[in-house]
C-alpha cells in the first residue's frame, strides 16, 4: 500500500508538471502576463531620497512606504551572492526560473501532508511572488509564479535577476533592499561587510522578524551560522573560514529609519523641491544642501540661549512666556548659501517654522535701508537729519486722524548726523529723512530692492510689514555683499538615480554701488560698537548690524553680519503679543553674540575685518573715522536738510 501511495504521487506530480507546462505554453503571450512581468523586466522599484549637508553628512531618509536604497549588480560583493544562492537556490544559475527537482520533492512532501506545505520556488520564483504576486498557498498563484519566472528567465540575464532580487527582497526592520539592511543593521556599505554579516543579511529574507537580529540576535546569529556551514558544505568557504566566522558576533545597530538630525532643514527642503520633483520621496535622489551641519548645532543653541535668557528676565512679571518663539537663519554672504536654518527653539514641540514662514514686523531694522536710499540721492554719513516731533494729519475713512511719532528715548536731539541717527536708531529723524526724500520716492525704490506689500505712508520708516527672517537675510545681503542682493538657496544639486545632476545658483541684483553700500557697513559697525547693538560685539572679529523692536515689544531683532558670513535673529510670541519690555539690543544681540563667538571657535581662520572698497574716501577725525564717496560727498559745512512741505500721511 505504502508503493502505492508513492507511485500515485507520482504520477499525481507528473500531470502537474504538464499542467503548468501546458498553462505557460496558453499563456506566454498573455497580456496579463506580459504586462506583470514587464514591472520587473523594465524595473525601477520606490527607492529612498537620501538628504546631505554641505559637507556629504547624511542628513535624513525621505521615503514614502519603503526604506529602500539601490545598489547596482557591481556593487554587490560575490560573497554575498554566493551566501544567498548557498542557502535559498544551490542551483540558480542552472535552472531556467524553476527547479522540476524541488518541486516534485515538494509536491510528494505536500501529498503526504494533505496540504500544500513545501514551497520549493527558486530565487527568480521568490522575486516574482514578492513583487508580482501575493504569499497565499494557491495552485494557482504557484503556477502563475513559475510561468512569471520561466518569462523572467528568459528575458534577463541572471545577474540582472539577482540585482532585483537582493534591492526588492524584505530584510525586517523596515528595509528593504540589501543596501538598505547592510548600512541599518551594521552602519556599513556592501563592501565593507564581513563574512558573518553577510550570512546574518541572506538569512533574514526568509522569516525577516523572526530573523530581525535587533530583537532576536542569537536567533540571526544561529541561522547565519546555518548559512556558513551551507556555503562549507558545498566547498565554497574552507573548514578554517567556517570556524572563524561562526565565533564571530558583530555589533548591530538599531537606527531609526529617517535618521532624521535637522527636521527644520528636511521640512523645509521637501518643501521646496516637491512641486518640480512630484517623485521626491520615492525617486532615490540625492539632495546636497548648503547647510553646515556644525553650525546648524551652533545656531540652535544661540537661539535657545537668547530664548532662556528672556524668560529668566520674565521670571516674577505680569507676562505669559507660553508661546515665546525664535528663529535664526545664517547665510554665506556672497553666494547665497543658507549655512543654518532654525525655525524655532524646540521642534518636537512646534514644527513650525518661523524662519521661512512667520511674517513680523521688522522695527527699526528696517531702517538701513532707507539710509542707503538717502546715500544714493546724495546724502553723506555727515548730513545733518532733524530729530524732532511733527505730527502728522491723515484721513482714517471719513475721520481725520493725528499720527505723532516718538522716538523710543522719548526725547529729540534737534539736529543730528545720519551717521547718529541710524548707529541710535533715531525714529524721528528717520520719519523726516522720508519726508524729506518723498514718500513716493521712497516707496518706489525700496519696491524696486525686492520689498513686497510695503505701506505707502511714512510708517515705512518705522518697519510696520511683515517679513520673515529667511527674506530678511536676502535684503541685508544688500550690505554684507557689497551692493548686490542675492537670494538664498537650500540645496546645492539634486543628483538623480541615474547619475543626472541638476546644480542650483543664488539669484543676484545689483541694488548699488560697492563703496555706497559700504557707508551703510561703516555706520552698522558704529552700531555694535557704540550703538543700539553693543550686546552683540565679539571680541576678535568685526560686525555690521542693526536692532529691530516694534511697538509694545512684540517683536525684537538683530539682522547681521562678518565679512563672510550673515546672520538673523527674531524672537516674539507666536500669539503676536507682547513681551516684557526686550528690545531688539536686549533679546536677539546677545544669542547674535553667541553664535559668533561659537563660529569664531570653530573657524579661526575666518576673514575678521571688512574691506574698504574702490572709491571710498577716508578722513580720519580725532573722535571718529567717516567715509564718503563721489555720490555721498564730504559737507563743506554742516547744513541742515530742508524738510518737505507736505506733511499729510496717507494711510
Not at 520719519?431 to 525704490?445: E, F, Q, T, Y
Request: with cysteine; charged share 25%; glycine share 6%.
Amino acid at each position: 500500500m505504502k508503493i502505492l501511495k508513492y507511485l500515485f504521487g507520482f504520477i499525481v506530480t507528473l500531470g502537474l508538471i504538464g499542467i503548468i507546462v501546458g498553462l505557460f505554453a496558453f499563456m506566454h503571450f498573455s497580456k496579463e502576463v506580459k504586462l506583470d512581468a514587464d514591472k520587473l523586466i523594465h524595473y525601477h522599484p520606490e527607492m529612498t531620497t537620501r538628504i546631505y549637508d554641505r559637507n556629504g553628512e547624511l542628513i535624513a531618509n525621505i521615503f514614502k512606504d519603503k526604506h529602500r536604497l539601490y545598489a547596482p549588480f557591481e556593487e554587490i560583493p560575490p560573497r554575498l551572492i554566493e551566501a544567498l544562492v548557498a542557502i535559498e537556490d544551490t542551483v540558480f544559475f542552472e535552472h531556467d526560473g524553476v527547479n522540476y527537482e524541488a518541486i516534485l520533492r515538494a509536491l510528494l512532501k505536500d501529498i503526504k501532508a494533505g496540504k500544500l506545505k513545501e514551497g520549493a520556488s527558486t530565487l527568480t520564483q521568490q522575486l516574482v511572488k514578492n513583487t508580482l504576486l501575493t504569499s497565499e498557498k494557491k495552485l494557482k498563484r504557484k503556477i502563475n509564479e513559475a510561468i512569471l519566472a520561466l518569462k523572467l528567465e528568459n528575458k534577463l540575464t541572471k545577474e540582472e535577476i539577482l540585482e532585483r532580487y537582493l534591492n526588492e527582497i524584505y530584510f525586517g526592520h523596515r528595509y528593504y533592499g540589501v543596501k538598505t539592511a547592510a548600512l541599518g543593521y551594521f552602519r556599513k556599505s556592501l563592501q565593507d561587510l564581513n563574512l558573518k554579516e553577510m550570512a546574518m543579511l541572506v538569512g533574514l529574507p526568509q522569516a525577516p522578524s523572526h530573523y530581525d537580529p535587533t530583537r532576536h540576535y542569537d536567533i540571526s546569529l544561529s541561522r547565519a551560522n546555518t548559512v556558513l556551514e551551507r556555503m562549507n558544505t558545498l566547498g565554497w568557504i574552507t573548514d578554517e573560514e567556517l570556524q572563524k566566522y561562526e565565533k564571530v558576533r558583530p555589533k548591530v545597530y538599531n537606527d531609526s529609519l529617517t535618521k532624521n538630525k535637522l527636521p527644520f532643514i528636511v521640512d523645509q527642503v521637501l518643501k521646496d523641491l516637491q512641486e518640480k520633483y512630484p517623485d521626491i520621496k520615492t525617486g532615490g535622489y540625492k539632495i546636497y544642501t548648503t547647510i553646515d551641519s556644525s553650525l546648524q548645532e551652533v545656531a540652535k543653541d544661540a537661539l535657545r540661549y537668547g530664548y532662556e535668557q528672556i524668560l529668566k528676565r520674565g521670571e516674577g512679571k505680569d507676562v505669559d512666556y507660553s508661546d515665546l518663539n525664535g528663529a535664526i537663519v545664517v547665510i554665506d554672504s556672497h553666494s547665497g548659501e543658507i549655512l543654518a536654518e532654525v525655525g524655532g527653539v524646540d521642534y518636537s514641540t512646534s514644527s513650525y517654522n518661523r524662519a521661512t514662514q512667520s511674517k513680523r514686523q521688522p522695527g527699526s531694522s528696517f531702517k538701513p535701508f532707507i539710509y542707503q536710499i538717502a546715500l544714493d540721492s546724495g546724502y553723506s554719513v555727515q548730513s545733518r537729519l532733524m530729530d524732532i516731533s511733527r505730527t502728522f494729519k491723515y484721513q482714517d475713512k471719513d475721520e481725520e486722524k493725528e499720527w505723532k511719532p516718538k522716538n523710543y528715548e522719548k526725547n529729540f536731539e534737534g539736529l543730528i548726523t545720519l551717521h547718529d541717527a541710524l548707529v541710535h536708531s533715531r525714529n524721528l529723524a528717520t520719519i523726516n529723512l522720508v519726508n524729506s526724500l518723498g514718500l513716493s520716492n521712497v516707496h518706489r525704490k525700496i519696491l524696486q530692492m525686492g520689498f513686497e506689500k510695503v505701506p505707502n505712508d511714512l510708517s515705512i520708516s518705522l518697519g510696520t510689514f511683515g517679513i520673515s527672517p529667511l527674506q530678511m537675510s536676502s535684503f541685508y545681503s544688500i550690505f554684507a555683499n557689497e551692493g548686490t542682493k542675492v537670494t538664498p538657496i537650500l540645496v546645492k544639486s539634486i543628483v538623480s538615480y541615474t547619475g543626472e545632476e541638476q546644480l542650483f545658483e543664488a539669484q543676484t541684483q545689483k541694488v548699488t554701488k560697492p563703496e555706497q553700500a559700504f557707508l551703510v557697513t561703516s555706520i552698522l559697525r558704529d552700531v555694535i560698537k557704540k550703538g543700539t547693538g553693543r550686546r552683540a560685539k565679539v571680541k576678535g572679529l568685526e560686525l555690521a548690524g542693526k536692532t529691530g523692536t516694534t511697538n509694545d515689544y512684540k517683536d525684537a531683532w538683530f539682522c547681521g553680519y562678518s565679512p563672510e558670513i550673515e546672520t538673523i535673529v527674531w524672537y516674539g510670541k507666536d500669539n503676536n503679543k507682547a513681551m516684557y519690555k526686550e528690545t531688539g539690543g536686549k533679546a536677539a544681540a546677545p544669542a547674535f553674540s553667541y553664535f559668533f563667538k561659537e563660529y569664531l571657535a570653530l573657524h579661526p581662520e575666518t576673514k575678521v575685518s571688512f574691506d574698504i572698497p574702490k572709491g571710498v574716501h577716508v578722513i580720519k577725525g580725532k573722535r571718529r573715522t567717516d567715509y564718503f564717496t563721489k555720490i555721498s560727498k564730504p559737507p563743506k559745512e554742516a547744513q541742515t536738510i530742508p524738510q518737505s512741505s507736505n506733511n499729510e500721511l496717507l494711510f
